[in-house]
DNA sequence: ATTGTTTAATTGAACGTTCATTCGGTTGCA
DNA sequence: TGCAACCGAATGAACGTTCAATTAAACAAT
């Protein structure tokens, strides 16, 4: 197509991913524009040719970061494995996501928690609302889960398997199968109809 | 005793008061050290008087706020009761707490999700340790809970109570004994060994 | 009780720094 | 030649912190 288009995500890419790992090693008051722009390798001005201001540049960043969740969530999705199979490919997936990407999982945990998730509610991933959490609510009308409103397990879910990657990340251990089963199994019993 | 005791405790305490409702809805990064002085009805400098920097003020505030969680969640404690009373009682507790105050629960998420978290490991509630983690610890022990390492168990439990707080306090909703049960019956299925 | 002395608490303007943002100018591609 | 991408010094506002001055409290001596 273009040339340009490349060039413009080079550096619009460069930024957030810069902004990802700033964000997640200082905070958000930590992570200053002109800080940003040097990791990135661009002016600050540049930063300003991409997003409005910081707060559109940490909300567009939340954005794809939970747009790159929910690709890594439904990696291998397959309609014809059972509900339950299919909801622990959806757990290991995130898991490993967030194992994997340990910015990405700071950084979403403290943007739940920041003032910006209630400021701006209706800027959220539509790849994640569309097929992830429809999925959960599928299990709920399936009567697979407990009768528990989709957005409260939603967090639920999330705060453990947040928990458990955590607690590997700290300890730097190597995570085996075993090790992740084991969590999602937490999960699965806690909310699954008993 | 002293009525000078009482003086520094009151200017202390609603430096601290202040801290906890800016730093709520505002942020970390938000929360200027003018407004907090403001909002506490003294001056700038009397800050200073109490705590060495801003961010001793946020980590004694942290220290703080978990003692009053322990404290929450040790309410009414009955050592003859069976285990998984007294783990009901704790977890409803901790609901409680979180639902009459939303201010604590959003800032102790903040915290555990900002680098201060990283940067000062040590600096934590005394009690809290002492007391509420030894009592999952003897759980663990006890063999009522699956053998999950007590730094994830903790975790594991504090997602899903948020979750469930932030839930109810985003809808407005009055919560029942029943609502509270249910949320804990999901972290007790979860855990306890089948 | 009164007065003088010392210490602690409190003030808020002032300081130096850092920050997000701007803008006039430059580059490089179409 | 035009236009978007890009630069980085400049700007002004906002920030955390300091400090000289003031007030209040505690204590001691009378």
Redesign the pocket.
Known sequence: M???LN??N???EAILNSTLLLVKEYGF???????I?KHA??????????FD???T?IVELYIRTKDQLAEAILEGYDESKSYKDRFFRFMINQYNFYIKNESAMVFLEQYINSPFAKNFPEKDSVLFKEKVIAFFQAGIDGEYFKKIDPRLLGPTIRGTLVAAANFRLSEHMIYSEEDITEVVQIVWDGIKRQ
């Open positions: 273009n040339v340009q060039n413009f080079s550096k619009r008051h930590g992570a200053p524009m002109s800080q722009a390798n661009v002016a600050a001005g540049t930063i300003y040719h991409y201001s910081k707060e540049l």
